[in-house]
């Protein structure tokens, strides 16, 4: 019985390869293989930039945050600005008085120093003359 189901198996065989059923079964199931190894490759390479891209989104994110803080302090260094614009022109009025202050007083002192030097050379002349006046009496 065993040897009749065994050539009855391989009859069907020769039926099937003499037929072209069994040629294109292999067929059809070497283009299956086929097109599951092409879908794996493909999912293998998408796998591959899934972290290429996963980079680049966080770069992109930090990139839009550390933007969004730039914005962040300059609209602060903005507020802060303009907040003491009204200190720095009273300062800077209070700069310009006291400016003007050491400028009359420097002023002064040079009037001063030049009345000081007149005295100093009318007095260094007096005393001079006076010499002179004393040396021409003493010779006489």
């Known amino acids: ?9 391989k009859a069907m065989f020769y039926a099937r390869v003499l037929s072209g059923y ?5 067929r059809s199931y070497r283009l299956d293989l ?12 998408e796998i591959r930039k899934i972290p290429e891209q996963l980079i680049l989104s966080e770069v992109r994110q930090m ?3 550390m933007q969004a803080v730039n914005k962040q302090l300059e609209d602060t260094e903005a507020a802060i600005n303009e907040y003491f614009k009204p200190v720095d022109r009273q300062a800077q009025m209070i700069v310009e008085k006291k400016l003007q202050e050491e400028e009359k007083t420097m002023k002064q002192m040079m009037q001063a120093m030049k009345a000081q030097a007149l005295l100093d050379n009318q007095e260094a002349e007096n005393n001079a003359n006076l010499n002179i006046h004393k040396d021409e009496a003493a010779s006489r």
Do not use: W
């Open 34 to 45: 086929q097109k599951r190894i092409t879908e794996a490759e493909r999912k293998k390479a």
């Open 22 to 26: 069994e040629e294109r079964r292999i």
């Open 1 to 9: 019985m065993k040897k009749l189901i065994e050539f009855g198996k």
């Open 63 to 65: 990139v839009e945050e």
